[in-house]
């Protein structure tokens, strides 16, 4: 079936950076949207950053300047450069893709990692 793995996860002092990497595997046609979401409470996720599969890029106000998200379409990969850092940027990171999987497109999300910004 078709996944997304997350890995990059860790801990990193106030400016710090981090790099996340999100790769779908599985009986995939092609792949639209992909992008990292981050939850913000128990039932809410805020979108931090997407890319399209032409490249155009979209931002979360807070991040915009501090991180960049890119794309291997080669691999199915998204990657999350995220630098400065800070102590609200702490929470659990989610793989987003919109996938074409036999006649079927939809979204799949990742398990998470966690991002922990701490002094």
């Known amino acids: 079936q078709v996944q997304l793995v997350e890995s990059g996860g860790g801990s990193v002092q106030p400016g710090g950076s981090l790099t996340l990497s999100c790769a779908a595997s599985?009986?995939?046609?092609?792949?639209?949207?992909m992008g990292w979401y981050r939850r913000i409470s128990d039932n809410q996720r805020e979108l931090v950053a997407d890319?399209?599969?032409?490249?155009?890029?979209n931002y979360a106000d807070s991040v915009k300047d501090r991180f960049t998200i890119s794309r291997d379409n080669a691999k199915n990969t998204i990657y999350l450069q995220m630098n400065s850092l800070k102590l609200e940027d702490t929470a659990v990171y989610f793989c987003?893709?919109?996938?074409?999987?036999?006649?079927?497109?939809?979204?799949?999300w990742g398990k998470g990692v966690l991002v922990t910004v701490s002094s």
């Open positions: 890319i399209s599969n032409n490249g155009e890029t």
């Open positions: 599985g009986p995939i046609r092609s792949v639209k949207t």
């Open positions: 987003n893709a919109y996938i074409e999987a036999g006649l079927v497109q939809a979204p799949y």
